[in-house]
């Protein structure tokens, strides 16, 4: 089982940054890939950002590549989305997520991604 525990949303205006983190505990955080998603008002969940399980893979949405950026620290056992030059269409509540296969890569699909995160607002005001 692993637990996940997302911080860092808050207001922001429009251009500006944030920085989300994610907590893991449980099972061998190293050993798995983990995910960002988010989901807006009347919208479905969305793919965001993920990291394979080494930190040496990364996939990015087309509507974040260039202003967001994934991490991780294992030694930590904490997951990272940094938000820069934040629009107002990327107001949700963000997701972390991690998958249940070990070792395996920063996969874009949901459904894969057995262990979710309670979510944290994200809210850009123009």
């Known amino acids: 089982q692993v637990q996940l525990v997302e911080s860092g949303g808050g207001l922001v205006q429009a251009g500006g940054s944030l920085r989300l983190s994610c907590a893991a505990s449980?099972?061998?955080?190293?050993?798995?890939?983990m995910g960002w998603f988010r989901q807006a008002p009347g919208k479905e969940r969305e793919f965001v950002a993920a990291?394979?399980?080494?930190?040496?893979?990364?996939n990015y949405v087309d509507s974040v590549k260039g202003r967001f950026t994934i991490s991780r620290d294992n030694a930590k056992n904490l997951v990272y989305l940094q938000m820069n030059v934040l629009k107002p269409e990327d107001t949700a509540v963000y997701y972390c997520?991690?998958?249940?296969?070990?070792?395996?890569?920063?996969?874009?699909?949901?459904?894969?991604?057995?262990?979710w995160g309670q979510g944290t607002q994200v809210t850009v005001s123009s």
């Open positions: 997520a991690a998958r249940q296969s070990w070792f395996s890569g920063p996969s874009a699909t949901a459904t894969e991604y057995a262990y």
């Open positions: 449980g099972r061998t955080f190293s050993n798995l890939a």
């Open positions: 990291i394979s399980w080494s930190g040496g893979s990364t």
